[in-house]
């Protein structure tokens, strides 16, 4: 039986949320103990590997442009410029393809005279490594369109599936490969069989659940135009976007050694737990967004609404981290990677202000308004590049993480501002609504685990999971009584009675 929208996207949420915790949890057990198998410099190369291959592998804006034009011509009822506006989106896919590896192949050439800080040895691996990865990311780039298909035709329960079972995946490929003695090399090895397997899933799906008809030889040159136009500034974001994470270990490995490199990539790699968890919501709701524009409602309703509910659920993470980060990092990896906290800190406090308006991002995309999207894009990228070498060559690993900052809030601003003036949302209804009523408990929340916490000095890890309790206590408590509202309070008591009525 098809599910409707509304249980695709909870079905979603809630696998979403599954996954994350799956993959957080397991990431929590195995990355230290992955550390420790091949050590702190192989980890940086791993690291480092991947985000040179990234800074070349994604969407280039097409995956958003499948999602804004499908919806739209779905919603509209014109199921043959979806398979149209597809078969160009395929073509140049292909060419692209190509380019990027005749790239990677110019790149690799080129490790040797970039890091010049690395050892030969550490040369020589990071080599290896990045042939493997590059294989793998030229022969999954075509498959990349599948994730827009699935999710523009609401098969959010399919789409979030594939991701838990690609997460679950990994993790227990790479645990048996290094308890079976092997190192770097397998783990990436395994990592990429685990991606093409799923790439192949998700293609069976789209061919049994969709209606999509691929035709390469299709040709319009109105329609490749609105494409171009479109994409071309999705790209731009998604460049600038890379110009963070991607480029950050390479600018930190002109002035530091891969051990640096290994910190910084234990902070992206708690940065991204975060931002999974405030992401698992996000382009849920963009068929529903086409479909409110489309008949002439307002926006703004949905997005206090899912903002609320974004708002608590980064909330309760930053308190967390903010409350137990250092300790935990410190019980986890050693005191070796107390920086990792102060980076990680400064990496996700940006988002706690930025992704609960994600209806309105999303609502941008649909306008087509993506334009503006990319100049604040453009200019986070500028500063964050200019400030990352200044920075970095004074302070090293923590000015690099003050630069990243400094860059997402000078983005945040700016964004909030392009939803004021170009989609007329009221921004400042949304600000009231949604973090003026729920910012009480947050705050709250630190003040009182402050104060609890002068009577927690329990060691170890059984001392971090009794402060773990008692500050999601002392959270949950303090958003019941200062922040939530009735709807949200009915939710979360339809949760906990469908979590008891299972378990009884």
Same mark, same amino acid.
């Given at each position: 039986?098809?599910? $409707?929208?509304?249980?695709?996207?909870?079905?979603?949420?809630?696998?979403?949320?599954?996954?994350?915790?799956?993959?957080?949890?397991?990431?929590?057990?195995?990355?230290?103990?992955?550390?420790?198998?091949?050590?702190?410099?192989?980890?940086?190369?791993?690291?480092?590997?991947?985000?040179?291959?990234?800074?070349?592998?994604?969407?280039?804006?097409?995956?958003?442009?499948?999602?804004?034009?499908?919806?739209?011509?779905?919603?509209?009822?014109?199921?043959?410029?979806?398979?149209?506006?597809?078969?160009?989106?395929?073509?140049?896919?292909?060419?692209?393809?190509?380019?990027?590896?005749?790239?990677?192949?110019?790149?690799?050439?080129?490790?040797?005279?970039?890091?010049?800080?690395?050892?030969?040895?550490?040369?020589?691996?990071?080599?290896?490594?990045?042939?493997?990865?590059?294989?793998?990311?030229?022969?999954?780039?075509?498959? +990349?369109?599948?994730?827009?298909?699935?999710?523009?035709?609401?098969?959010?329960?399919?789409?979030?599936?594939?991701?838990?079972?690609?997460?679950?995946?990994?993790?227990?490929?790479?645990?048996?490969?290094?308890?079976?003695?092997?190192?770097?090399?397998?783990?990436?090895?395994?990592?990429?069989?685990?991606? +093409?397997?799923?790439?192949?899933?998700?293609?069976?799906?789209?061919?049994?659940?969709?209606?999509?008809?691929?035709? +390469?030889?299709?040709?319009?040159?109105?329609?490749?135009?609105?494409?171009?136009?479109?994409?071309?500034?999705?790209?731009?974001?998604?460049?600038?976007?890379?110009?963070?994470?991607?480029?950050?270990?390479?600018?930190?490995?002109?002035?530091?050694?891969?051990?640096?490199?290994?910190?910084?990539?234990?902070?992206?790699?708690?940065?991204?737990?975060?931002?999974?968890?405030?992401?698992?919501?996000?382009?849920?709701?963009?068929?529903?967004?086409?479909?409110?524009?489309?008949?002439?409602?307002?926006?703004?309703?949905?997005?206090?609404?899912?903002?609320?509910?974004?708002?608590?659920?980064?909330?309760?993470?930053?308190?967390?981290?903010? $409350?137990?980060?250092?300790?935990?990092?410190?019980?986890?990896?050693?005191?070796?990677?107390?920086?990792?906290?102060?980076?990680?800190?400064?990496?996700?406090?940006?988002?706690?202000?930025?992704?609960?308006?994600?209806?309105?991002?999303?609502?941008?995309?649909?306008?087509?308004?993506?334009?503006?999207?990319?100049?604040?894009?453009?200019?986070?990228?500028?500063?964050?590049?200019?400030?990352?070498?200044?920075?970095?060559?004074?302070?090293?690993?923590?000015?690099?993480?003050?630069?990243?900052?400094?860059?997402?809030?000078?983005?945040?601003?700016?964004?909030?501002?392009?939803?004021?003036?170009?989609?007329?949302?009221?921004?400042?209804?949304?600000?009231?609504?949604?973090?003026?009523?729920?910012?009480?408990?947050?705050?709250?929340?630190?003040?009182?685990?402050?104060?609890?916490?002068?009577?927690?000095?329990?060691?170890?890890?059984?001392?971090?999971?009794?402060?773990?309790?008692?500050?999601?206590?002392?959270?949950?408590?303090?958003?019941?009584?200062?922040?939530?509202?009735?709807?949200?309070?009915?939710?979360?008591?339809?949760?906990?009675?469908?979590?008891?009525?299972?378990?009884?």
């Amino acid at each position: 039986m098809a599910l $409707s929208t509304n249980q695709q996207i909870k079905i979603g949420a809630i696998l979403s949320y599954t996954g994350i915790a799956i993959y957080v949890l397991t990431g929590l057990l195995y990355t230290p103990w992955m550390i420790n198998v091949i050590g702190k410099e192989d980890y940086g190369l791993y690291t480092l590997a991947h985000s040179i291959t990234a800074f070349f592998i994604f969407d280039f804006g097409f995956s958003a442009a499948i999602q804004r034009f499908t919806a739209k011509f779905l919603a509209e009822g014109k199921i043959d410029k979806v398979n149209n506006y597809l078969s160009i989106v395929y073509r140049l896919y292909i060419f692209i393809d190509i380019l990027i590896f005749f790239v990677l192949v110019i790149m690799f050439f080129c490790i040797p005279s970039i890091y010049t800080a690395f050892t030969a040895e550490q040369i020589e691996r990071l080599e290896y490594v990045f042939i493997i990865v590059g294989i793998f990311s030229v022969i999954s780039f075509p498959f +990349i369109p599948l994730n827009g298909i699935l999710s523009a035709h609401e098969k959010f329960v399919q789409l979030k599936g594939c991701d838990l079972f690609s997460k679950t995946l990994t993790v227990l490929l790479c645990v048996g490969c290094l308890y079976f003695g092997g190192g770097l090399y397998e783990i990436v090895i395994s990592t990429a069989l685990v991606g +093409i397997l799923v790439m192949f899933i998700k293609y069976k799906i789209v061919r049994r659940e969709t209606n999509i008809t691929i035709d +390469i030889g299709y040709y319009n040159k109105k329609q490749m135009k609105d494409l171009l136009s479109f994409s071309g500034w999705v790209t731009v974001v998604a460049l600038c976007q890379r110009f963070i994470f991607n480029v950050a270990p390479t600018i930190l490995g002109l002035f530091e050694g891969a051990g640096e490199i290994g910190v910084l990539g234990i902070a992206i790699c708690l940065e991204s737990y975060t931002f999974t968890f405030a992401f698992a919501l996000n382009g849920l709701f963009m068929p529903k967004v086409a479909r409110i524009l489309s008949s002439g409602g307002e926006v703004l309703p949905l997005m206090i609404r899912v903002g609320r509910i974004q708002i608590l659920i980064i909330g309760m993470l930053l308190v967390g981290f903010i $409350s137990i980060g250092a300790d935990f990092i410190n019980l986890w990896l050693g005191p070796e990677y107390d920086k990792a906290f102060l980076c990680t800190l400064l990496f996700i406090i940006p988002a706690f202000f930025l992704q609960p308006a994600d209806i309105a991002d999303q609502t941008l995309v649909v306008s087509g308004l993506v334009k503006y999207r990319a100049m604040v894009f453009i200019i986070m990228a500028c500063v964050n590049v200019i400030l990352s070498i200044v920075l970095t060559c004074y302070w090293g690993i923590i000015g690099l993480a003050i630069s990243i900052f400094v860059a997402y809030m000078i983005r945040n601003v700016a964004l909030y501002y392009v939803y004021y003036v170009k989609l007329h949302i009221n921004i400042w209804q949304f600000f009231k609504e949604s973090y003026g009523k729920m910012i009480w408990g947050i705050m709250a929340a630190l003040c009182i685990y402050q104060i609890v916490s002068t009577m927690l000095d329990v060691p170890g890890w059984f001392g971090l999971g009794i402060k773990v309790v008692v500050v999601s206590f002392i959270y949950l408590a303090c958003m019941l009584l200062l922040a939530m509202n009735a709807d949200e309070k009915k939710m979360l008591k339809r949760a906990v009675n469908s979590i008891t009525i299972r378990r009884g």
